[in-house]
């Protein structure tokens, strides 16, 4: 709660308490007067490392520094009263040992405010979460389609084709599960091993691409929104804001071509006396 407001920040403990309840509401949020209205309306703002691709355009989630994703969760956490603001550790900032993701999970709390992170979580990573967990940082896992791992998986594909890999990703679950992960993103997986995971773990599972029976579902607000051009199947499109930008820009464009904006409402005039024609065109001072 900061000093201004009266406001009760939802917690990582509340969110793991939601299993098999409510269903959890969950979007990603970048900057901060997009938290501020998704606020109102979310239980948990990711500030997801997708921001690379979907803010800054790079082909793939591989590129975001931890400096990027401060800088983003600092801007959220100025917007976000409520929601619990969960942080993604981005690639190469805690793989390497339990220590490195503490060094990164630290300068995340104590520089943004931000309570929580993630991290996608392969096998490997149950020793991690179990650290940061025990040393005070919650950590939500990720597993299924893991976006960082782009390039050894070959691209984007939903998982949980064959046997095998739908038994690897229910052992990375329960392995996060076990760790003390708080909630688990299911991400781009056949809709019964989703099923099967929301069964197995005790934390709830925050689908995308995943199930509707998963304990809460989360999207990439631009996706959802309309506002990045790639659209994957699991994405469902609540807004078309792109084509709103496309027409609000194109009809400021032909108002300067055409001289009718701006208009009085939008110029100062400080003498009475001074001529009411058209302005000239020259830079404002
Ligand atoms: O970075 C992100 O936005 C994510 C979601 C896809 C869950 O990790």
Redesign the pocket.
């Known amino acids: 709660m900061s000093a201004q407001s009266q406001i009760k920040r939802i917690t990582a403990a509340d969110i793991a308490a939601r299993k098999g309840k409510e269903p959890i509401v969950a979007l990603?949020a970048y900057d901060a007067p997009t938290a501020r209205i998704l606020d109102r309306h979310c239980d948990l703002l990711?500030v997801?490392?997708?921001v690379g691709m979907v803010v800054h355009g790079l082909p793939s989630?591989v590129g975001v520094t931890l400096d990027m994703m401060i800088m983003h969760a600092k801007a959220v956490m100025r917007g976000a009263e409520r929601a619990l603001v969960v942080v993604?550790l981005p690639f190469g900032s805690y793989e390497e040992s339990p220590q490195a993701a503490f060094r990164a999970a630290a300068r995340v709390l104590s520089e943004t405010g931000a309570p929580a992170v993630?991290l996608e979580s392969g096998r490997y990573a149950g020793e991690t979460i179990r650290f940061l967990v025990e040393r005070g940082v919650p950590v939500m896992g990720?597993v299924g389609l893991r976006?960082q791992a782009v390039n050894v998986a070959g691209g984007f594909r939903a998982k949980g084709r064959t046997p095998e890999e739908r038994a690897e990703i229910l052992a990375e679950a329960k392995i996060a599960d076990a760790a003390g992960a708080f909630a688990i993103?299911v991400?781009g997986v056949a809709e019964d091993l989703a099923r099967e995971i929301t069964a197995a773990v005790r934390a709830p599972t925050i689908g995308?691409g995943a199930s509707s029976d998963c304990d809460g579902q989360?999207l990439?607000t631009q996706d959802m929104l309309g506002l990045f051009e790639w659209t994957p199947k699991f994405v469902k499109r609540y807004g078309d804001i792109a084509s709103a930008i496309d027409s609000a820009a194109a009809h400021y464009a032909g108002e300067v071509r055409a001289r009718t904006f701006p208009e009085l409402a939008q110029v100062y005039r400080f003498d009475a006396k001074a001529p009411q024609g058209p302005k000239p065109a020259k830079k404002r001072a």
């Open positions: 990603t990711l997801g490392d997708s989630t993604d993630k990720h976006p993103v991400e995308i989360v990439v």
